[in-house]
């Protein structure tokens, strides 16, 4: 069964750093572009970041770069997001999933149900 988990999520202060965990299943996460995703209540979902299953190539969101660092590890099959510099905007339900490539870092992209998420709150 192919399937992406989500975990590491919490609450923090302001500034505090959380890491995110997409631990894969049912398939090889070395041959697959993971995204990142987020959706705060109330707006919409949006894309946080993404990595390449090849190049290990990187897309950041505009309010993720320089704060939060996207990586992973193939011999665990799990993708992490370490998050810095956390803000109040940042709360969220984080979600992962599988993306085409890095250029199509979006939404609309994805075509896999969508995981459970992990929430992410962080207070001022």
């Known amino acids: 069964q192919v399937q992406l988990v989500e975990s590491g999520g919490g609450l923090v202060h302001t500034g505090g750093s959380l890491r995110l965990s997409c631990a894969a299943s049912g398939f090889a996460l070395n041959n697959y572009a993971i995204g990142w995703f987020r959706q705060a209540p109330g707006k919409e979902r949006e894309a946080v970041s993404c990595i390449s299953g090849t190049d290990g190539g990187t897309y950041y969101s505009y309010s993720a770069m320089g704060r939060f660092t996207i990586s992973k590890d193939n011999a665990k099959n799990t993708v992490y997001l370490q998050m810095n510099s956390l803000r109040p905007e940042d709360t969220a339900v984080y979600y992962c999933?599988?993306?085409?490539?890095?250029?199509?870092?979006?939404?609309?992209?994805?075509?896999?149900?969508w995981g459970q998420g992990t929430q992410v709150t962080v207070s001022s």
């Open positions: 999933a599988t993306v085409p490539s890095t250029e199509l870092c979006v939404v609309h992209a994805v075509h896999d149900p």
